[in-house]
T-cell receptor
């Protein structure tokens, strides 16, 4: 159980275009999903916390107009990288918290990640 | 502010040797600590959490509040344990702060 999927697994786009990444919890409901960015050989950096039905909470230094997050249902959150530039190239990972795990639980289940390359 | 420190980037041991991956944290309240593992070309997956006090794949970790540590241990390493290990802390809002990770290499 507790499977999280991401689509696409990789994407290449031209500079200036927008890219949407989907994150789905397949067998559980997630009121909260998280978006991370991981640079090569580095740890995960939290970008934003996505709450179903409300605005996302962005970490300091993350441009909310650049990285649009929508959490329209209990099983789907999307990250749109708007007007992408080469410096946005990275590995984007989402995770989800199981609704039944309790309010205070920090356990997260991770998606496989999406490799974005901006030319 | 919460912080997680994993002092070793790389830990290389021989099969059958004991393993200890170090993790220290900084947090003013009562944290929830986790170890996540990432095998080659696979997603990050939960290994264990301190609340469960469980042993997974032979690994254990004890929360030491006095030393603010949550070291991961295994008495006899196996080749299949080779992976990237991340220590993570949750401070109550369910967000996770990750350490930089330690690569464990187990040689035959």
């Amino acid at each position: 159980g507790a499977v999280v999927s991401q689509h696409p697994s990789w994407v290449i786009c031209k500079s200036g275009t927008s890219v949407k990444i989907e994150c789905r919890s397949l067998d559980f409901q997630a009121t909260t999903m998280f978006w991370y960015r991981q640079f090569p050989k580095q740890s995960l950096m939290l970008m934003a916390t996505s709450n179903e039905g409300s605005k996302a909470t962005y970490e300091q230094g993350v441009e909310k107009d650049k990285f649009l997050i929508n959490h329209a249902s209990l099983t789907l959150s999307t990250l749109t990288v708007t007007s992408a530039h080469p410096e946005d190239s990275s590995f984007y990972i989402c995770s989800a918290r199981d609704l039944t795990s309790g309010v205070a639980s920090g356990t997260q289940y991770f998606g496989p990640g999406t490799r974005l390359t901006v030319l | 502010a919460q912080r997680v420190t994993q002092p070793e980037k790389l830990l290389s041991v021989f099969k059958g040797a004991p393993v200890e991956l170090k993790c220290n944290y900084s947090y003013s309240g009562s944290p929830e600590l986790f170890w996540y593992v990432q095998y080659s070309r696979q997603r990050l997956q939960l290994l264990l959490r301190h609340i469960s006090r469980e042993s997974i794949k032979g690994f254990t970790a004890d929360l030491n509040k006095g030393e603010t540590s949550f070291h991961l241990k295994k008495p006899f390493a196996q080749e299949e344990d080779s992976a990237m290990y991340y220590c993570a802390l949750s401070g109550g809002y369910s967000t996770l702060t990750f350490g930089k990770g330690t690569m464990l290499l187990v040689s035959p």
